[in-house]
């Protein structure tokens, strides 16, 4: 932030005052409040940008795996940050979407361009996917340097949140004996590394730990909790005014539509690949 010039000598001012008529020269002219006056080109360097949100109930594509469909008549885009350059963020933006950044936080990835960077150390036991690895999230000397990284990269192509994965790491069998003090640590640590980049943040599932981590996050993205009777644990989300992002793989619409849409979820059926098709509520 600049600073106001220094006031003028107090005999100069003296001398001004008794000037009758004399108008202040543009110099002279008070500085709009920070944040109050317009801007180019967004914020000032060095200052974060106000995140963007999404409301409860818009709708949004997840789309994480075949060639990028950017037709979805849709707000809210969710993709896959490592696998999408800047012009196609940018192409979005011309359609009117805001785009959400897909990146694992909680586990690692053989098949990134950064796999190499993790050592030995905090690699686990495989999280159920191919090539990936839960990671020890209580090495944040190794992990947050790493995380910073990508979401620089999700800042750098223009992405206006992030979706931070397979946050619940100490609910699973990952190899490390992580307690939930360790996973509330680690998750307010990818909080705040993508509010300081001027992004927004999601929850994802994570359901035990909503109610001390709804202040942390903006959203939620959460996979099949009507199909396990879990959506109430969503309520404090949408009851603080914050969108709970919301797919299920296997129930038929009927089932959790009428639910969602009295409850302002933002919720509809795909298929377990998140390719371009879907079924919203």
Not at 17 to 39: F, I, K, S, V
Not at 43 to 69: E, H, I, M, N, V
């Amino acid at each position: 932030m600049r600073h106001p010039s220094r006031l003028l000598l107090v005999v100069g001012a003296v001398l001004a005052l008794l000037a009758a008529g004399c108008a202040a020269g543009p110099g002279d002219r008070e500085r709009p409040a920070p944040g109050t006056g317009p801007t180019a080109g967004g914020p000032p360097s060095g200052t974060p940008r106000t995140p963007w949100r999404p409301a409860p109930g818009t709708a949004w594509q997840w789309q994480l795996s075949g060639r990028l469909d950017p037709a979805v008549d849709v707000p809210v885009y969710d993709i896959d940050g490592f696998d999408h350059p800047a012009s196609a963020v940018a192409d979005l933006h011309r359609r009117g979407r805001r785009v959400i950044c897909y990146l694992s936080t909680g586990a690692w990835e053989d098949f990134r361009p950064d796999a190499a960077r993790f050592p030995a150390s905090v690699l686990g036991k495989g999280n159920g996917w191919e090539g990936e690895r839960w990671l020890d999230i209580r090495r944040t000397d190794v992990l947050e340097p790493l995380m910073a990284a990508r979401l620089d990269m999700c800042r750098a192509k223009g992405f206006d949140a992030v979706e931070p994965d397979n946050m619940d790491g100490y609910a699973n069998d990952t190899g490390f004996p992580l307690t939930a003090g360790d996973q509330l640590r680690y998750n307010r640590l990818v909080a705040r590394l993508a509010h300081a980049r001027g992004m927004s943040v999601a929850l994802k599932n994570d359901l035990d730990q909503i109610p001390e981590l709804v202040g942390d996050f903006d959203f939620a993205v959460n996979e099949q909790c009507a199909q396990y009777d879990e959506c109430d644990a969503l309520r404090p989300f949408l009851d603080a005014g914050k969108a709970v992002l919301h797919v299920e793989y296997e129930l038929p619409t009927r089932e959790f539509c009428p639910s969602a849409r009295r409850t302002g979820m933002s919720s509809m059926l795909k298929e377990y690949d998140l390719g371009i098709w879907r079924r919203p509520c």
